[in-house]
């Protein structure tokens, strides 16, 4: 067979791989670069919770378990919510446990995205987004944040892009890449552009536990949003659990129910082990959580400070574990930057380009790396841009 | 003084003004912490963690249990210090249960430990009895894991 063109179809071709593609091949080959690029906790899953996922397996809990998750995690689940950021769920019903967040996402839009229907997206922000619009049929619609607003999704945005056609608001805060969070009092007026309008709000908050200086406030706790919000958490983040792809949706009934029925028939259900390791992990997780926060604390300082110093301009971010210097003073664009740095200094950045157009003259620095690793790579870095 | 201990604990290495940036407090008081630490007799040195087993070094080190007579008015603590005086002693412990002291002992073969047990530590008068258990594989010491197997996962390349 010459050529697969016919049998692929226009959706999935419709998808690039990534913009920057270039770029990770490059990084692809350079495996002994110091990297300040993959998204992803540096500790190991605490040792008390992987030994529940193997005494699940050792009892021989391994067959699928309800469609929306073990009803004790759910329960934990709904406990959790409640303790950590006021917000109460009924477990039997409002309570979803997914694949990873990504999947909750998944769900969300294609339970409530039309074809032609416009969803919303602050960016720069997570690379999937787009995708799972398109792939359900939407239309992704940027919205550009600046440096300047901090980040955030200001109402007056919010209120230029409400079209009639505007189904889902993405709020993906605290943000991947940027670090913005929305703070308590920045929530109201959001939601009182949203209270006009008809649209859903997807609340991405799955770097919640992750905040500095102050805790996280949901959208969903804001007087009348909870019955219009879908909220994503999982523990990816929150308890290094990458790889067990634990995420939970928490949302109105009917909304979490279409959610159920597609995972239903698309996973049928989160893996087993996984769900006895994240009961665990909530109910006797928050002071390993409590450490690693405090830990990426004094490295997104030590970092933060470090770029200062060597002449970048950076806004303070309180949330996530990333760092978005900007870029704009060396006069070159973010992919060329990135790979000047990495072919000259062995150090691995994400241009901000990768999150939307408007991360175009910014980088990703992940700071969830050794202190010895950001010693490191801040000598190098410096070096690398008093040569440009 | 505690957050500033407790990162040292770790990474002895670190300096006082990336302390001060880690924990945001001035370097001046990470500065003064430490010389307090310091004459308080708190923070009293700072070793290197080294893998002598990778790095060539020819050692054995036994754990030994010390059984002893404890002296009137000075408990413990006089043989103990005639114990922890020998070079050949690495850590010494007060211990409750089946014996008295346990003493970690290095030394450059089995031959050398047994000597040193022979001819020092019985013939020490308190001393009423030794057990030596001889270390085979360190696989964690000081809260850092020696024998970590060599595989790694793989992992996503990006993003």
């Known amino acids: 067979m010459s050529g697969y063109a016919p049998q692929i179809s226009a959706r999935a071709a419709s998808l690039r791989p990534s913009g920057i593609r270039r770029f990770f091949d490059l990084l692809e080959e350079r495996r002994d670069a110091i990297s300040l690029g993959i998204g992803e906790p540096d500790f190991l899953t605490p040792w008390h919770i992987r030994d529940s996922g193997i005494y699940s397996l050792e009892k021989g809990f391994t067959k699928y378990t309800p469609n929306a998750g073990i009803s004790a995690l759910r329960a934990e689940c709904a406990r959790y919510m409640e303790r950590r950021f006021g917000l109460s769920y009924d477990p039997a019903g409002e309570i979803l446990v997914t694949v990873g967040g990504s999947e909750a996402l998944d769900l969300c839009v294609r339970a409530t995205v039309n074809p032609g229907d416009e969803v919303l997206i602050p960016q720069p922000s997570f690379v999937a987004y787009g995708p799972v619009v398109a792939l359900a049929g939407g239309v992704p619609v940027p919205l550009a944040m600046s440096e300047g607003n901090g980040f955030k999704l200001t109402?007056?945005?919010?209120?230029?892009?409400?079209?009639?056609?505007?189904?889902?608001?993405?709020?993906?805060?605290?943000?991947?890449?940027?670090g913005a969070i929305l703070k308590k009092d920045d929530l109201p007026a959001l939601a009182g552009v949203l209270a006009r309008?008809?649209?859903?709000?997807?609340?991405?908050?799955?770097?919640?536990?992750?905040?500095?200086?102050?805790?996280?406030?949901?959208?969903a706790g804001e007087p009348g949003m909870k019955e219009r919000t879908v909220v994503v958490g999982g523990l990816s983040k929150s308890h290094s659990m990458t790889g067990w792809r634990m995420g939970f949706a928490y949302g109105p009934r009917e909304l979490i129910a279409q959610m159920t029925k597609?995972?239903?028939?698309?996973?049928?259900?989160?893996?087993?082990?996984?769900?006895?390791?994240?009961?665990?992990?909530?109910?006797?997780?928050?002071?390993?959580?409590?450490?690693?926060?405090?830990?990426?604390?004094?490295?997104?300082?030590?970092?933060?400070?470090?770029?200062?110093?060597?002449?970048?301009?950076?806004?303070?971010?309180?949330?996530?574990?990333y760092l978005f210097p900007s870029i704009r003073a060396y006069g070159i664009g973010s992919e060329e930057f990135c790979e000047k740095l990495l072919l000259s200094q062995n150090v691995a950045v994400i241009p901000g380009n990768a999150f939307g157009e408007s991360g175009e003259g910014f980088i990703?620095?992940?700071?969830?790396?050794?202190?010895?690793?950001?010693?490191?790579?801040?000598?190098?870095?410096?070096r690398f841009v008093r040569q440009l | 003084?505690?957050?500033?201990?407790?990162?040292?604990?770790?990474?002895?290495?670190?300096?006082?003004?990336?302390?001060a940036l880690l924990l945001g407090v001035g370097e001046a008081d990470v500065e003064r912490d430490i010389a307090a630490a310091?004459?308080?007799?708190?923070?009293?040195?700072?070793?290197?963690?080294?893998?002598?087993?990778?790095?060539?070094?020819?050692?054995?080190?036994?754990?030994?249990?010390?059984?002893?007579?404890?002296q009137r008015g000075e408990g413990f603590d006089r043989v103990a210090e005639r114990i922890y005086q020998f070079d050949e002693v690495e850590s010494l412990y007060l211990m409750s249960g089946g014996y008295d002291l346990q003493a970690v002992v290095i030394g450059k073969s089995l031959k050398d430990v047994a000597r040193f047990v022979a001819e020092k530590l019985s013939?020490?008068?308190?001393?009423?009895?030794?057990?030596?258990?001889?270390?085979?594989?360190?696989?964690?010491?000081?809260?850092v894991v020696y024998a970590r197997p060599d595989d790694a996962q793989e992992r996503v390349a990006y993003l």
């Open chain 1, 155 to 178: 109402p007056s945005l919010l209120a230029s892009a409400l079209t009639p056609r505007a189904r889902v608001l993405v709020l993906p805060y605290p943000c991947n890449p940027t």
């Open chain 1, 262 to 321: 597609i995972h239903q028939y698309a996973i049928m259900s989160a893996p087993t082990t996984s769900q006895y390791a994240a009961l665990t992990a909530l109910r006797d997780g928050d002071t390993f959580v409590e450490s690693m926060r405090e830990s990426y604390n004094g490295r997104r300082r030590y970092m933060l400070d470090g770029l200062r110093a060597a002449g970048f301009s950076c806004f303070e971010p309180r949330g996530a574990f």
């Open chain 2, 38 to 70: 310091r004459r308080e007799g708190i923070l009293l040195g700072s070793r290197s963690v080294i893998n002598w087993e990778k790095a060539g070094g020819d050692y054995v080190t036994a754990m030994i249990e010390v059984r002893v007579t404890p």
């Open chain 2, 123 to 143: 013939t020490l008068e308190q001393v009423t009895g030794t057990c030596t258990h001889f270390l085979l594989k360190k696989y964690k010491e000081g809260g």
């Open chain 1, 364 to 382: 990703r620095i992940c700071y969830a790396v050794s202190v010895e690793n950001l010693k490191e790579s801040l000598i190098r870095i410096e």
């Open chain 2, 1 to 19: 003084m505690k957050r500033v201990l407790k990162l040292l604990e770790n990474d002895a290495s670190l300096g006082a003004g990336q302390i």
């Open chain 1, 197 to 219: 309008s008809n649209i859903l709000v997807l609340s991405d908050e799955i770097y919640a536990e992750l905040t500095y200086g102050c805790r996280h406030a949901s959208i």
